[in-house]
């Protein structure tokens, strides 16, 4: 599906879902990642709590928490991270992350009361520009990824300056 823009706050988003990019490290120290932890303590104890099991966290795995407003939707979206100018974003992890989300985006439109199934019907997702900020990587290869990835959902991209980067 193509990507719908939007300007303005992702974490006022109308959207039931917001994904966003984290690193696998354990670690929510800036950039949207602070920003949710701030927001919402729930999605980043749930972050913290899968890592804690076994110190890592495997690319592309989502944790999904119910944060009454919105569902948080923590993608492990790069191994590391760093403010030296390198690409720490990983595009087969957004892969797999945007796959495993549609995958969930359609079971809960086909919501029928069974414990299984999610019970919250989550027709869009809300993001910020995943894995082309502190992250590095670039937006034509994300955005291409996402619309490719996203058949059971809407992705809403929130933008704070309104601009699309071409890169």
């Known amino acids: 599906m193509d990507i719908e823009y939007r300007t ?50 495997a690319l592309g795995q989502t944790i999904w928490v119910d944060c009454a407003r919105h569902v948080v939707i923590n993608a492990i979206t790069q191994d590391r991270y760093g403010r030296d100018g390198q690409r720490y974003a990983d595009y087969d992890a957004i892969e797999t992350a945007m796959r495993r989300i549609n995958h969930v985006c359609g079971l809960t439109q086909n919501y029928t009361g069974q414990r299984s199934t999610p019970p919250k019907t989550i027709d869009a997702v809300a ?18 990824i996402i619309e490719r990835c996203s058949t059971n959902f809407q992705p809403v991209v929130y933008l704070i300056d309104g601009k699309i980067p071409r890169t």
């Open 127 to 144: 993001m910020p520009l995943i894995g082309a900020g502190l992250a590095g990587g670039s937006w034509a290869q994300i955005s291409e």
């Open 8 to 57: 303005g706050d992702l974490l006022d988003a109308a959207e039931p879902a917001i994904v966003h990019g984290c690193n696998a490290q354990g670690v929510m120290g800036s950039g949207v990642a602070l920003a949710i932890r701030k927001r919402y303590p729930a999605a980043f104890t749930a972050y913290r709590d899968e890592y804690e099991k076994s110190q890592s966290l």
